[in-house]
């Protein structure tokens, strides 16, 4: 079935022409219609634009033009990624009907590349959550089953790539919201350096943590994503002028004599046993691939999470601000401007955006500045410092991407053991590293991810390690049973 | 308690959130949970430790004074919740 | 006042006349169309991010040199947080303890008295947009043409004594902004916006007074007005025995006085903090280097070498390079004219006069510096009178025409002729019996009263000593 395929092996039937663009597209939009009912990991299907860009593609090949490396992929777009003319809705009340005049860098370069938009994808509102439970219209399910979360708050990305709802797919990760989700829906998800990635026309959540990445099938997509969207945009400041390289180039390299180092502090108590003895084990084959294991400590591992919830409610609720219902988004009936701000903003509005829009307001308060917003940011170079000590000896930290697998929908109710979920991704946020989750193996039948976490603008090395774990772990394209079949139904 | 209703009250007026009594006293206990655990940072000693404001060590990031074309009217205004004039429309202002 | 000193601090906003926006490349042109000039980053909408105008911030290092400021080699930009319907992300990006510049001064000069005034910092910030008030007070509207157009913030130190000298700041201040060309300052644009801060204090004493804030003041005078307003207001309530208030103050320029702005809702808390999507600005000497020498010759240093070169007077050459249009224009003339001491009697003069009148800089006008050139020509050569120079002058001030266009057009070429000017002199001498007797009674003053009966019957065209001259031989000559 046309949908399973990897965007590697349907780019190379399409080049091929064994199979056209209009086909992949309506393959994927067929697998929407089929499941998507059940996983919800759509907030906007375009069917009629897919179709007609993958139309022109077919129209372009055929003319023998040359054409970019995704020419006629079918791709998933978290719904906080502007696309010109289609709604970015951010899983908010408040952008339900707006509708960017300009398309993000990310979505600028994949179209250039040929990838063809299917819709919108899910998310926590403002991508601030870990299951999409804080989605204003819904909850997506895990495809693996139904009943669970599918992680977030890149879940609508994460199940649709995992249903085979779409090729590839792309998030936003600020704490952990492409790994988490792609840990729970045994997908990959790949959050690179901060700065490796334009930033422009990502909503911003919180602007020092924030980045876009892939989320894919196997590895080697993962790769050829981030191969069209990494690189200088002039029109992001604090995106880096760090050469892209091909990342695929180094996937077939081997692993012998690559230094990986464990970090105790990520198997610590909470940290599920299974998921904890699936790390292990993947482990040991990285070791028996020729690579090499110590265990080491990054002492300030603990404080990531308070940092986190200082730093990145400050930054959010300085970025929400604008959303104040005077020059787009949804706007309450006021007859005084001091109202129609508090109302709109509190109609509009979740509570767990809410939340954090108070806990930043405040942390940056008068008074409050230094005790809490400055004390994260010191603490944070504290953490940075643990990150570049363990770099200067190791190549490549490995570690369990989350503590557990998908929860229960609706089975965590308190905030801090929710906040708790982020406590492994968080780290490559506040050192702003590249960090990549590949499916390691099943708990109770439900998906592992193992993380890998690099130097900065090291990309090509933990994907490499990745690569080199997948290739022989025998997991690559494992598929929950619902998308296996294609109309398959429990 | 670090965080009382009234400073709870006053941080929602900075935010422009109006919050109902049942939701300004659930926030302040969820703020209080969140305070006492982030408090474990003062565990650590930073008075010599530089904040990290940005992870990568950029600089002078410039655009040249060049103009580059603006949106349309049509497109500037497209998502305004109410518009006159070329110009978005708000409740009124008092100065 | 004997009892009292007024001590003042002025907050003052310039817009940088930058093509571009300080943080997108929207242009910045000034009475476009409501919302023209606006895109998806200067509208605050979603995910949009701010990339910095290299030319901004050279334009603030330029003004902040020419304040004497130094320069750190380390700046940042902030976020000042706060909801207003003219600010589209509901944060201005400015800059909060890291400047651009701090610690110059700027010297002034207030009824004879020379004064150097602190100038405590210069930061660069982004300008909001425009609200516009329905006539009934029941809605507003917005306008972002201006949202992200370029702002430097000079503040002063509390070192000003006196509204006057207030007023000689600002003009100062103006006079070096347009000398640097980082600005076109047009107060009446919104290019030049300024607030005060005064406070009174017993003479001799080292603590400061109560101080208010005035806003809304839109002209040199306006500021100068209020703040003469709010001392006084100050001076009655102390000398009373009450006791002011800390608060921020409206000029009503109409009634002539201030009143207490309505109370915020809450205190202001603009929870200032690095703006995470712009980097650090590195400044190092070669580029202020660089600037500097970017900077043209200022007032003073010009002031001298007008002395030097040319030997005007210190206050003929000061009243010249006050304004850097003037002295362009000045200059523009010797280039090809000898005599400096006239052609500044004109400046200083009818051209000074009538743009005066009109309320516009010289740069404004039709004048030329060809104008005044080909008018000083027609002086000197004996073709027009002084007199009718300046009737000339008020028409090439009015059409742009040139002046000996406007000479041949008018027939306003003096009359040389010695019989002609003669036979006017004896009609004069003719006409006025009194002021002819008089004269030969020794009243010599007289003589100016027949020379102009003589300018007068000529329509002015006579040449003023030949009818002297002609005047005296015929009175004097039928005295012997």
């Known amino acids: 079935m046309l949908a399973h395929l990897t965007v590697a092996e349907l780019a190379e039937k399409l080049q091929k022409k064994e199979v056209s663009a209009r086909e992949a597209a309506l393959a994927a939009l067929e697998q929407i219609e089929a499941l998507d009912r059940k996983i919800k990991a759509y907030i906007t299907v375009t069917a009629d634009e897919a179709l007609a860009a993958a139309d022109a593609v077919d129209a372009r090949r055929s003319k023998g033009e040359k054409l970019g490396p995704l020419a006629g992929v079918p791709m998933a777009l978290k719904d906080n990624l502007c696309t010109k003319g289609v709604p970015t809705t951010c899983a908010s009340k408040l952008l339900e009907n707006f509708i960017p005049p300009y398309d993000a860098t990310v979505v600028e370069r994949l179209r250039q590349a040929g990838a063809v938009m299917l819709g919108k994808t899910n998310l926590d509102e403002f991508a601030m959550g870990s299951s999409t439970e804080n989605s204003a219209f819904f909850t997506t399910r895990n495809p693996w089953d139904t009943a669970r979360v599918p992680g977030g708050s890149s879940g609508g990305s994460a199940a649709a790539v995992a249903a085979d709802e779409a090729y590839f797919a792309l998030g936003t990760d600020t704490g952990g919201s492409i790994r988490q989700p792609a840990a729970f829906c045994g997908v990959v998800g790949l959050k690179p350096t901060y700065g490796r990635v334009s930033r422009f026309g990502a909503v911003a959540f919180a602007s020092s943590l924030d980045q876009i990445g892939p989320m894919t099938k196997d590895v080697r997509d993962c790769a050829l994503v981030l191969n069209v969207i990494a690189g200088l945009d002039e029109r992001d400041s604090t995106s880096a002028d760090v050469e892209v390289s091909d990342y695929t180039a180094f996937l077939e390299e081997d692993i012998r004599r690559m230094k990986l180092g464990i970090p105790k502090e990520y198997f610590a108590a909470g940290v599920n046993s299974e998921v904890k003895a699936a790390v292990r084990k993947a482990i040991d084959l990285l070791v028996s691939l020729g690579a090499e294991a110590e265990e080491i400590s990054l002492p300030h591992t603990e404080y990531g999470i308070p940092v986190y919830y200082l730093i990145a409610p400050a930054e959010a609720s300085s970025n929400l601000a604008r959303f104040d219902g005077v020059r787009y988004g949804f706007r309450a009936e006021a007859d005084n401007l001091l109202d129609m701000y508090r109302k709109t903003r509190s109609q509009g509005l979740g509570s767990e955006v809410k939340r954090r829009i108070m806990l930043g307001t405040y942390a940056l308060s008068s008074g409050y500045y230094d005790a809490y917003y400055l004390k994260a940011q010191k603490v944070r170079t504290l953490i940075k410092n643990d990150f570049d000590r363990a770099f200067a000896k190791y190549d490549v930290l490995v570690t369990p991407t989350t503590p557990t697998v998908a929860f229960q929908v609706g089975s965590v109710s308190d905030l801090l053991t929710m906040y708790l979920n982020d406590i492994l991704t968080i780290g490559a946020n506040l050192a702003g590293l590249p960090a990549v989750s590949v499916p390691c193996g099943f708990a109770g039948g439900l998906p592992v991810g193992l993380q890998f976490i690099g130097k900065p603008f090291a990309e090509g090395t933990i994907l490499r390690a990745a690569y080199a774990y997948e290739q022989n772990s025998g997991l690559r394209k494992s598929k929950p049973p619902i998308a296996a079949g294609g109309e398959r139904h429990e | ?95 | ?480």
């Open chain 3, 1 to 480: 006042m004997s009892k009292y000193e007024t001590v003042i601090g002025l907050e003052v906003h310039v817009e940088l006349s930058t093509k571009t926006k300080i943080f997108c490349s929207c242009p910045t042109d000034f009475g476009s169309a409501p919302n023209t000039n606006v895109c998806p980053i200067c509208l605050g909408m979603p995910g949009t991010l701010p990339v910095l105008n290299r030319k901004a911030v050279e334009y603030a290092i330029k003004a902040a040199l020419a304040l004497n400021c130094h320069v750190p080699s380390y700046a940042k930009f902030d976020r000042k947080n706060y909801f207003y319907p003219d600010l589209p992300k509901a944060y201005q990006i400015s800059q909060y303890d890291l400047p651009l510049a701090v610690h110059g001064y700027l010297e002034i000069e207030c009824d004879g008295v020379k004064r150097r005034i602190g100038i405590n910092r210069v930061h660069l910030e982004e300008d909001a947009g425009k609200l516009v008030h329905s006539e009934f007070g029941d809605y507003s509207l917005a306008d972002y043409n201006r949202g992200g157009v370029p702002l430097i913030e000079i503040v002063t130190e509390p070192d000003l004594r006196s509204p006057a000298e207030a007023k000689a700041f600002l003009e100062k201040l103006k006079s070096i902004m347009l000398y640097t060309g980082v600005s076109d300052v047009k107060m009446e644009e919104g290019s030049l916006r300024c607030d005060a801060n005064i406070s009174l204090r017993p003479v001799g004493a080292d603590y400061f007074g109560v101080r208010t804030e005035i806003k809304n003041m839109n002209s040199f005078r306006a500021v100068q007005r209020g703040l003469e307003y709010e001392e006084q207001r100050h001076l009655e309530i102390l000398s009373a025995g009450g006791e002011l208030v800390q608060e921020t103050r409206r000029w009503d320029e109409d009634k002539g006085v201030t009143y207490a702005m309505r109370s915020k809702e809450e205190a202001e808390d603009y929870r200032y903090f690095p703006d995470p999507d712009l980097v650090p600005v590195i400044v190092d000497e070669a580029w202020v280097e660089e600037i500097r020498k970017s900077l043209p010759e200022m007032p003073e240093e010009r002031r001298q070498r007008y002395m030097a070169e040319w030997g005007l007077s210190s206050y003929d050459a000061e009243v010249i390079t006050a304004s850097k249009a003037m002295a362009d224009f000045f200059e523009a003339v010797m280039a090809d004219y000898h005599d400096a001491k006239t052609a500044a009697n004109w400046m200083m003069g009818e051209i000074a006069k009538h743009l005066n009148a009109a309320g516009i800089e010289i740069n404004e006008s039709r004048l030329t510096p060809a104008h005044l050139l080909e008018l000083l020509k027609l002086v000197d050569e004996g073709t027009i009178s002084g007199t009718i120079a300046k009737t000339v002058f008020a028409e090439v001030f009015e059409s742009g025409k040139m002046p000996a266009e406007i000479v041949r057009e008018k027939g306003l070429v003096q009359i040389t002729d010695e019989g002609a000017i003669a036979a006017i002199v004896d009609q004069v001498i003719k006409d006025n019996p009194k002021p002819v007797a008089d004269y030969r009674e020794g009243k010599a003053k007289a003589i100016g009263f027949l020379v102009g009966q003589v300018m007068k019957l000529s329509r002015g065209k006579a040449n003023p000593e030949l009818a002297n001259r002609l005047l005296r031989e015929r009175l004097d000559s039928q005295l012997d």
């Open chain 2, 1 to 95: 308690m670090k965080i009382t209703q009234e400073e709870v009250a006053h941080v929602a007026m900075l935010a422009r959130l109006e919050l109902n009594a049942g939701e300004m006293e659930e926030i302040a206990g969820q703020l209080n949970d969140i305070l006492e655990y982030v408090d474990k940072l003062n565990r650590l000693d930073t008075t010599d430790v530089p904040p990290t404001m940005h992870v990568l060590p950029l600089a002078n990031v410039f655009r040249e004074d060049e103009p580059r074309p603006c949106l349309s009217r049509e497109e500037v205004l497209a998502n305004a919740p109410e518009a006159e004039d070329g110009m978005f429309r708000i409740p009124p202002v008092i100065e």
